[in-house]
């Protein structure tokens, strides 16, 4: 799937027009991309995803996916689009506390109609990918983090989603959970998914293409992956002129 | 289909989660849909509606005499449709009329044992008899070949009067205060009719109006609750029409429950007001009308559930 902002405002933070002569922020990822947002806590990462995911409907500018504007479908033609195209995993992972693992991957098929039986086929199936498959009955609050957040992938993944928007997918992880996870997500886009994945810590856990940097809801200049910021911090131009990126 | 199957399940899960709150929240509509019923047998009882006869209303076993002979016996005070119904048979003289009812005539149909009991081989018709103290004439001489006037000892004997219900109310009020010979009189539940539905009219109202106030209050917070959730079915693709049906849905599911409560509760606790073929189209209109509470009572916290913003829900901690 490929994405494209323009001039999107939304929120409180991103695009901020107070921040910023109010032109916007203007994003563009392509089918198969694999990219990191970066960027300090406050810096709208966090709004960028909820935007790319549907949740959140710009204030103001252009938003298309494959060419095609969704900012202003109505709200039953997102939602459908959020749950066949589009996976999102939240920064708690997000699981519903009274349904079991099972069903709560089962939940996105639901609402694709999909029968009972397909459902469960489908949903112990990418389970038992993510090494879940003896912990299909039990509740998520029965489980270790690592096992939550994975199984917060696999209902991202289940419906065939091929956007997947994750927000510090490693956070509050040890680091063989976090391989585990980043292992999960080179697979998702090995497989022709769009990620794109948002976190505040560049130097663990981001294998992206591409980054992308965030501040004060505005986009600052791309880096290319393996480039980081020396001792001389990055240096990016915003509407306002220059900024330094610590 | 599927779908309709899923959100039941869901509504059900919710409410089963909730055991408590369902159930107080359950007894409210129930009472109210217990006194709507009640409401609706007076209503048909009342004397503009002639849909339902009146059960007949059952004087304790009274002295009848007709001057030389006496005998303890039933008497039913009841109106001619019922008495057809019952399977009471003029066999000599004739049934009760429409004009007995209505003009509260002072007269009788006594049963055949009755009749060979006071007149032996003589002719009963037109012949005076003392009911209690009042003065009676028989018109008429029945069978019982029917199945009686139904619920608890409705069957008829063939030792018993049947008078119109107008002028039974005359014994009655003959007999009472003195608890005279018939001893105290009870269970008359005909005449009291049209007075019930002066009772149970506001009662009704009031404790459907309580009841869908309460569950309205009690969706509320199950919506507040749920935040979480319902944002996560909308992250995986619920669109904000099915998290309001589900929610409506499972509103008019507790106001149902409920409802089917009191019915049930108010025939088992009072079947005689039903008669024999209890009024299925009261009970399933008490029904309807829980679930129409339940349905508006829905509305609001519906509206509130699919109005939620997922995206700060789910960031809310």
Redesign the interface.
Same mark, same amino acid.
């Given at each position: 799937m490929s994405v494209e902002l323009e001039g999107v405002r939304a929120g409180r933070r991103l695009g901020a027009a107070e921040r910023s002569s109010g032109e916007g922020v203007s994003l563009r990822i392509e089918r198969g991309e694999y990219v990191a947002i970066l960027g300090p806590s406050g810096a709208g990462k966090?709004?960028l995803l909820?935007l790319l +995911?549907l949740?959140?409907r710009p204030d103001a500018g252009v938003h298309r996916i494959d060419g095609a504007r969704v900012d202003a479908l109505p709200?039953?033609e997102r939602?459908?689009l959020?749950?066949?195209r589009i996976g999102?995993v939240?920064?708690?992972s997000?699981l519903?506390p009274?349904l079991s693992l099972l069903e709560n991957v089962e939940?996105?098929l639901?609402?694709?109609?999909?029968?009972?039986a397909q459902r469960r086929e489908r949903a112990a199936g990418i389970l038992g990918e993510l090494g879940l498959g003896a912990h299909l009955r039990r509740r998520p609050g029965d489980l270790a983090p690592g096992e939550r957040r994975r199984a917060a992938f696999a209902?991202a993944c289940v +419906?065939g989603a091929d956007l997947l928007l994750a927000d510090e997918p490693t956070r509050g992880l040890d680091g063989r959970e976090a391989d585990e996870i980043m292992d999960w997500l080179d697979t998702r886009s090995a497989l022709g998914a769009t990620v794109v994945v948002a976190t505040r810590d560049p130097a663990r856990g981001c294998r992206a293409r591409r980054l992308v940097h965030l501040r004060n809801g505005q986009l600052l200049r791309e880096l290319p992956p393996g480039l980081r910021s020396g001792s001389r911090g990055l240096v990016a131009r915003t509407p306002r002129g220059r900024a330094r990126w610590r | 289909m599927t779908r309709l199957r899923d959100a039941l399940a869901r509504c059900l899960g919710s409410i089963l989660a909730r055991p408590g709150r369902t159930a107080l929240t359950a007894f409210g509509i129930g009472v109210g849909a217990a006194a709507a019923l009640q409401l609706l047998d007076a209503l048909q009882d009342g004397p503009g509606a002639v849909r339902r006869p009146a059960p007949p209303a059952r004087i304790p076993r009274l002295m009848v005499s007709n001057g030389e002979r006496s005998s303890r016996v039933a008497v039913w005070a009841t109106t001619p449709e019922s008495a057809r119904r019952a399977g009471i048979v003029a066999v000599e003289g004739r049934p009760l009329a429409a004009l007995d009812l209505r003009d509260a005539r002072r007269v009788a149909l006594i049963g055949a044992g009755l009749r060979a009991e006071l007149f032996g081989l003589q002719s009963a018709l037109l012949r005076p008899i003392e009911i209690g103290d009042a003065r009676f004439t028989v018109v008429g001489v029945f069978e019982a070949r029917g199945p009686g006037f139904g619920g608890a000892g409705g069957s008829v004997s063939e030792l018993a009067v049947v008078v119109p219900e107008s002028s039974g109310a005359e014994i009655a009020s003959l007999v009472s205060p003195a608890g005279g010979p018939g001893g105290p009189v009870g269970g008359r539940r005909g005449a009291a009719r049209p007075g019930a539905a002066a009772v149970f009219a506001p009662l009704a109202a009031i404790s459907l109006l309580l009841g869908g106030v309460g569950l309205a209050c009690a969706m509320l917070a199950t919506v507040v609750e749920r935040t979480r959730e319902i944002a996560l079915r909308r992250a995986v693709g619920a669109t904000r029409g099915e998290v309001f049906g589900e929610c409506l849905l499972e509103s008019v599911l507790v106001g149902s429950a409920g409802g089917l409560a009191g019915v049930v509760a108010s025939l088992a606790l009072d079947p005689g007001s039903h008669g024999a073929g209890a009024p299925a189209w009261g009970a399933a209109a008490a029904l309807a009308l829980a679930a129409l509470v339940g349905a508006a009572a829905g509305l609001a916290p519906a509206v509130r559930a699919a109005r939620l913003d997922p995206a700060r829900a789910l960031r809310a901690e």
């Open positions: 966090s709004t909820e +995911g949740l959140t709200d039953a939602a459908r959020r749950g066949r999102l939240f920064e708690s997000w519903a009274e939940l996105p639901v609402y694709q109609r999909l029968s009972p209902r +419906g | -």
